[in-house]
């Protein structure tokens, strides 16, 4: 009885992990299958054609895009309800910054969120932002990422719609090649699943 | 590393405060099934103590009826032996009594007064009988009244004169006396009926 528990703690679902392009969205549930060895338990994708009704978008109908998630995730028999979107590398900035060593955190908060609006034209409470800090020898090495809010708001109206809770809100690495494969004509299947998978991975760590 | 995260602060300690609510509704729940589990065990253990106790209860309310039942057997004995004994005392005095009377007649036999009929009823006696004169019976009656205490003093009842056969040493006065003594009275229980066949004891002296 405990194995089969563990067992079952182990095939639990993690996280779920949602990668949205321009015709296509990719839902992926996604479990640690034994630490050294993550998998997909279930995905599902959807594909709409630009000539029908006007493309659902992410950041402009919200609502309209849940209930599709929500339908994806009740036909793929999901279980999980904990939701990791990512955001389009390009409505994203990453930067970095250094500040001394013993910068207070509140202080350095403050300056993330100034350059975070400074970056993106808007004012200091619409964007989104979060920042990693390294302490080699030296000044304080300050990644900071940040978004407009409008986008993480839309990401949360439509987890809402879906009936799911919004956990994390990432950037999808802009390394897989989605935009040249699509480009070349190439099926974007394989690289969508694996920004999705790769959602759901930081999701579940953060 | 951990991920950067978009989310706002507030919404992810929205997660992480379901995720306490969550954990302390379970923590909650499995208390209240340990304590339920726990009351249940308890009330179970007092039941049967309960049960232990009114059974020894019953145990010894039924040893104290038995021993009751001895002493109230055992009381109706004493009882029944207190009025025999109490029967047996008057029975003595009655037969002293007698015997006193009939020492006090004999004394006068047959001088001055003849008993012809001694007759018995109880504690009441008559004696029928002869006389040479009224003086003889008189002093006869002032002999027993000694023998008391007496209920009914005695007394004469009949005095006549009767005819003289020649030749025989007849008395001239026929006499009756009789008297009561006085008794202690007997207990109501310890009186046994007298039998319908029951007569007074009449002794006749020829």
Redesign the interface.
């Known amino acids: 009885m405990v194995q089969r528990f563990v067992r079952g703690w182990r095939q639990a679902p993690v996280c779920l992990g949602l990668s949205i392009h321009d015709q296509r969205m990719t839902l992926v549930e996604w479990h640690a299958a034994g630490a050294a060895q993550p998998s997909v338990q279930r995905w599902v994708q959807e594909e709409w054609m630009p000539s029908a009704e006007p493309a659902p978008g992410l950041w402009n109908e919200p609502a309209r895009m849940g209930a599709t998630l929500g339908r994806l995730w009740q036909r793929a028999g999901m279980q999980c309800h904990r939701l990791a979107v990512g955001?389009p590398a390009d409505r994203?900035v990453l930067q970095t910054l250094q500040v001394e060593a013993d910068c207070p955190a509140n202080e350095l908060r403050a300056q993330v969120n100034w350059r975070a609006s400074q970056a993106l034209g808007l004012n200091w409470d619409e964007v989104?932002?979060?920042?990693?800090t390294e302490s080699p020898d030296g000044p304080l090495t300050v990644?900071?990422?940040?978004?407009p809010?409008t986008?993480?708001h839309a990401a949360?109206l439509m987890s809402r719609a879906a009936r799911l809770?919004?956990?994390?809100?990432?950037?999808e690495p802009a390394h897989m090649g989605l935009r040249e494969n699509q480009q070349g004509g190439a099926p974007a299947l394989l690289p969508q699943l694996q920004m999705a998978c790769e959602m759901a991975r930081?999701g579940s760590?953060? | 590393m951990t991920p950067m995260n978009l989310l706002p602060l507030r919404d992810r300690a929205s997660v992480s405060r379901r995720w306490l609510v969550g954990s302390w509704l379970g923590l909650s729940a499995l208390g209240g099934g340990g304590l339920v589990a726990w009351t249940l065990h308890a009330q179970d253990a007092s039941k049967a103590h309960v049960q232990a106790e009114m059974a020894s209860a019953q145990m010894q309310l039924d040893q104290l009826q038995l021993q009751l039942a001895q002493q109230r057997k055992l009381q109706l004995q004493a009882q029944q032996t207190h009025a025999l004994w109490q029967q047996v005392q008057a029975l003595r005095q009655r037969a002293q009594r007698l015997d006193a009377l009939h020492k006090v007649t004999a004394q006068r036999w047959p001088a001055g007064v003849q008993v012809l009929e001694w007759r018995l009823d109880g504690a009441g006696w008559r004696l029928q009988g002869l006389a040479d004169s009224g003086g003889a019976v008189q002093q006869l009656l002032q002999d027993l009244l000694p023998l008391g205490p007496w209920q009914q003093a005695p007394a004469v009842v009949e005095l006549a004169a009767t005819s003289v056969v020649s030749g025989s040493n007849a008395r001239s006065l026929r006499y009756v006396v009789q008297a009561r003594w006085q008794e202690t009275e007997l207990a109501p229980h310890a009186r046994s009926p007298a039998p319908a066949s029951a007569q007074p004891l009449t002794s006749v002296i020829k």
């Open positions: 955001l994203v989104a932002f979060d920042y990693r990644h900071w990422l940040a978004c809010m986008l993480v949360q809770h919004l956990q994390f809100v990432g950037v930081q760590q953060s």
